[in-house]
């Protein structure tokens, strides 16, 4: 292990009877994460700047979020930042770190790490229950995947790039280079394949990040709108009811409020 990892290491929560499977790293800028024998799931706590993002990792974390980490070394830190962090025994090791959506997963990794101490009865099931949503999660994410494969390569190429970028001042213009074609022949493909415009289709993806965001952080509303690419607040509101029938801010403050089956989650912390 290097400096860096048993630095990390070092400061990890040491009062009370630690339990194996968690701890709290605290890591600065440019910090080694500590080497892993099993993959672990992350969940951020705090962090200093806009996002947190790790090597190898294309999507940014925000302050509530959770990912999954691969066996092994190498990942730095982007950012200061606290993370919890929990061991995933029985969890079959994804390829590179992976972003969980899945609002359920960031409640019962707090509730584990703020009963350890004084339940240790909640800690196991916890867990096993998060094995179970990230297996779930895992096979949502092969039949993307399988998805993807029916596509046309040029449009499929464009909706793993819309997942990325999806926060940046897209275009038609730029997604159809991205394609390798003219901006009317690639709307014209994109609508046969997908059954959406494109700009329809990039609203709705940035609607859906806005949705998690609302559910598993306390961002802002006006950072939430920066973050997922929306003009500005009152565009986000204008998108997001379009899509879910409710505003932002009746979702901060009453997720229930959201349709049934568009939310991760309605239990209460």
């Not at 292990?1 to 194996?20: C, F, K, L, V, Y």
Request: glycine content about 6%; aromatic content about 6%; charged content about 25%.
């Amino acid at each position: 292990m290097d400096r860096a990892s048993e630095h990390i290491t070092g400061r990890q929560r040491s009062a009370g009877p630690p339990d194996e499977r968690l701890r709290l790293l605290t890591l600065a800028r440019g910090e080694m994460w500590p080497e892993r024998e099993v993959c672990e799931i992350v969940l951020v706590l705090d962090c200093r700047a806009r996002g947190f993002t790790m090597t190898d990792m294309d999507e940014t974390l925000c302050v509530g979020e959770t990912a999954l980490l691969p066996l092994g070394d190498g990942l730095i830190s982007s950012a200061h930042g606290r993370v919890i962090s929990a061991r995933m025994e029985q969890l079959a090791a994804p390829p590179e770190p992976q972003r969980l959506t899945d609002s359920l997963i960031a409640r019962l990794l707090r509730r584990a790490w703020a009963s350890v101490y004084t339940a240790r009865d909640v800690v196991e099931p916890s867990l096993s229950l998060i094995e179970v949503l990230i297996t779930q999660s895992q096979r949502a994410h092969q039949e993307r995947l399988d998805f993807l494969d029916t596509l046309d390569p040029r449009i499929a190429r464009v909706l793993d790039y819309i997942e990325v970028h999806f926060g940046e001042g897209l275009t038609v213009a730029e997604l159809a280079d991205v394609a390798c074609l003219s901006p009317g022949h690639f709307s014209r493909l994109f609508k046969a394949s997908i059954g959406d415009a494109v700009w329809t289709y990039v609203q709705s993806r940035r609607c859906e990040r806005a949705k998690e965001m609302l559910l598993t952080t306390q961002s802002t509303l006006s950072d939430i709108a920066y973050a997922c690419g929306f003009a500005h607040q009152g565009h986000f509101t204008q998108c997001f009811r379009k899509q879910f029938d409710v505003t932002p801010g009746q979702v901060r403050n009453e997720p229930c409020a959201l349709p049934e089956g568009t939310h991760g989650s309605c239990q209460s912390d």
